[in-house]
């Protein structure tokens, strides 16, 4: 069994910054992809950022320039920094990981989310 931990949500101001985590523990032989989603209330689930065990990141363009991705492969961790936050970056983020859980099994997982607030 995987799970993601998620951590870093909040409230914060119009142009802050936050910086989301997202821990994979448990049987992990090897991660393919791991990036960050979010859902605004009354809005379908969408990507933010990915990113390869190559480190081949990919961003929604709504986010471009102001969010980076990275991992750290050693610790199954991804984190998300997010800077110039505006309201509509309000949400529930959620980590997903494409795992390979044995040689032959790949599964992919999601965490149970963090909310992120922008507001004044």
């Known amino acids: 069994q995987v799970q993601l931990v998620e951590s870093g949500g909040g409230l914060v101001q119009p142009g802050g910054s936050l910086r989301l985590s997202c821990a994979a523990s448990?049987?992990?032989?090897?991660?393919?992809?791991m990036g960050w989603y979010r859902q605004a209330p009354g809005k379908q689930r969408e990507l933010v950022a990915t990113i390869t065990n190559d480190n081949t990141t990919n961003y929604a363009d709504s986010v471009k320039g102001r969010c980076t991705i990275s991992r750290d492969n050693a610790k199954n961790t991804v984190f998300l920094q997010m800077n110039s936050l505006r309201p509509e970056d309000t949400a529930v983020y959620y980590c997903n990981a494409d795992l390979w859980v044995t040689i032959s099994r790949r599964v992919f997982y999601w965490g149970r989310g963090t909310q992120v607030t922008v507001s004044s």
């Open positions: 448990g049987s992990i032989f090897s991660t393919v992809v």
